[in-house]
Structures are given as C-alpha cells and as structure tokens.
C-alpha cells in the first residue's frame, strides 16, 4: 500500500487485518497516535483521513491506500513548537496525564476550521466523541475558547 | 482486541463485488463505512473469513433528485454528506434534522447509509428514518434485483431482509405530499451515545387542517425500529390539539413500544421518555405542517 503521512509518502506491504492505528504506531513508528479502547468509544485514535477526522482504530490501514493521512506529529509548525491549539491546551491546562489529547487536537482542529468561533456549546458538542478521565473537560473548552479568540485576533 | 485473519477483497465495481458474494456468500462480510463492523472484529465477535470492502465502488456512492421529487441515496453515501449536503435539507429535511444525532462527526465521516441500514442496529437512528421516511431499498445480486419497503426490511435485532449474496445498493425516498411537517428527537446521556429513546415523527394535513397520516417510528424501542400504528390512527382525521397528541403519546409509549432495560434506564423509564419525546415531536411536526400549509 501507498500512503501519505503528515506530506511524506511511504510504501509498505502488510496484512489485512492491521489496524490504521496499528500501522502508525508500529510500521511508521509514528506514536503519537495512542490507542485506548480499540473499538471506536473513547476517541483517543483519531486522525485526519483526507483531512477529515476519523477513528484509526476501527480502519483497516489497507484501506488507506491511495489517501492523505495527518497524525498528531503532524501539526508541529515547520519551524519547530506547538501548534497554537497545543499551545492554548497548555497554557490553560487543557491536559493532564495527556493521553486522550493527541485525539482532542485532532478532532478538534478542523472543528475550529469550520467553526472560527464556536459557542461553549458547540464545543462540547465537537468533543463528545472523545474521553478525557482527568481534566472534567472544563479546562479544554477553556482551550478550544482561546485558541479561538487568538485566532479570530490575528484575522482581524 | 484485533481481527482474527482474514482474506481480502477491494473490488472496484458493482458487479466484482456481487460476483464474491455470489461465491462466498454466508462467508463473506461486506465493509462499507466499518463504524459497527470493525468493532466487533476488534472483539472477534465477528470473524469472516472474506472481508469484501466496497470502499472503491464508487457506484454507489451517489446523491440525486428524480424528476418526480424522489431522493435517491446510494448505500455508500457517507453519513457526513447527508448532513452537509443542501439537496438532502431540501428533499428530506427529516433525515437534515436527524443525521447529527448520529454517533460523532468522526463516525460519520466514515459510516455510510447502506451500512447502518444493512446493520439494523435497533437503537440507530437511520433504520427508523428510512421506516419513517417510506424509504424503498434496492437489494442487488448477481444477475438480477428486487425493491424491499423499509418497514419490511429489518427483521430484528441486527436482521434484515438481505440474503447473504445479496447487497444493499440503494435507498429511494419518495417525496413528502403538501402540508407535511416532521420531528427528530432522541435523549441520550451525552450527545453521540445511543440514545435511551428516540422518536422519528411525520404528520401530513388534509386541507381542513386536520390529520390526513401519521407515522411515529422509534429507536431503542424493540429489536427493529418500532412503527406505532395504534397512535397513528388515534390522530388520523382529527385535529392535531394537545389532547389528542397526548393520547397518541400515551398510546404508543404504553402499548406499542418494548424498550428493553440496561444498566441506564428501566424499560418504563425508557416508556416515559418515548412519551414525552412523543408529545414534543407531534407538536413540532403539527406546527411545521401548519405553516407549510
């Protein structure tokens, strides 16, 4: 299979039943990407498949033959640093043992693509689909907020 | 927590996949969107021993209108698409209110029309839509087809009219008559889960003003979607006033549906939410009849 991971093309051959998570962690060595429950529940896999979000743990990584994939590893700016959605998660302490939040950021990314400027409630909406067991899910709206106010800052 | 081996096709066309099936039938699984499929692989609740994915049949990934008003929804259709696409809004604005409730945007990103339709999880919301919309589904084999209505395609619990060499291809929708109004309410724990009940409601006015048909269909009620025909006609030829919706409620809610109980909710539990998403739903789609009238 062909793929494209975060702009940089690889070819492997695997077995059928790989999971896409499986194959970023174990054939790319891409471990960003964290693997939680492994049936589609707690939201901690998620990547951008052609650039929309979806669960690699309930995708085969055949299946991404031919496709353009992002992982966590993949919003680190060219320079170097945190992606200013990381930054806002650490700043206002959106994580804590961090393991769901490769997951948040990469459902959460293209939600602030689509929506500039999110209400509370919409943000708890977009992250429903992802488990947190520390942070109460307070201090990552209180992320989401101000990446989105610094964004629409720097627009203006 | 993996797949258990499998062999695997990705078949480019329509045909090549009837073809496999036509072959390995019962051996055989179909992949579309693998939002419930994996999962089970996952726990090797399920095991195939050929995984057919469709994924590359782009025949029947397709959205459009007939010239009658029909919507025509091809299996592969993503569930996103429904959400996004304005042709849906306008054609079946029941199915535009309720495609959000479905899972989270990264389930429906992938999950497709066909699949959960063909899945026939009774706590899904598109089994119950295409039940309430008078969706007619086109199952095709190798060498020949046949139109099944959805209210007779889901058998039961995760049981459809499908035989194993058969393929859902797709879905038509025929078109709302005049003076229809609709409603999509579910109560869940968290917005995405499963909802705890859900209720999938068209009303259509005669030119009085009163209720020509009902349709109430609900999620999480049975093992299929459940269709409350006694509530159904309990409103037809009347007026849709607050007393006659609340005996319809009360009729569905305690007779027709059989929600089953879980660690969450008891089945009345589960009877009096279905009530008072009946109650809102009714009057909702009465108002919405009213002002298309």
Known sequence: MKVTVNGRAYEKEIEPRLLLSDFLRHELGLTGTHVGCEHGVCGACTILFDGEPVRSCIMLAVQADGHALTTVEGLTPAGGGLHPLQEAFWECHGLQCGF??????????????????PSEEEIRQALSGNLCRCTGYQHIVDAVKLAAERRQASSQ | MKPAPFEYEAPASLEAALDLLARHGGDAKILAGGQSLIPVMNFRLAEPALLIDINRVAELDFLRQDADGTLRIGALTRQRRLERDPLVAAAAPLLHEAVPFIAHPQIRNRGTFGGSLAHADPAAELPALAVALGARLRLRRAGGDRWVDAADFFAGLFTTALEPEEILAEAAIPPAPPRTGWAFLEIARRHGDYAQAGIAARVTLDESGRCREARLVYLSAGDAPVQALGAARLLAGEELSDSVIEAAAEKA?????????????????????????TRRALRRAADRAREAA
């Open chain 2, 253 to 277: 809610s305690r007779d027709e549906i059989h929600p089953p109980g879980d660690v969450h909710a008891t089945p009345d539990f589960k009877r009096h939410l279905a009530r008072v998403l």
């Open chain 1, 100 to 117: 769901c939040t490769p997951g948040f950021l990469m459902t959460l990314v293209p939600f602030l693509e689509a929506n500039p400027d």
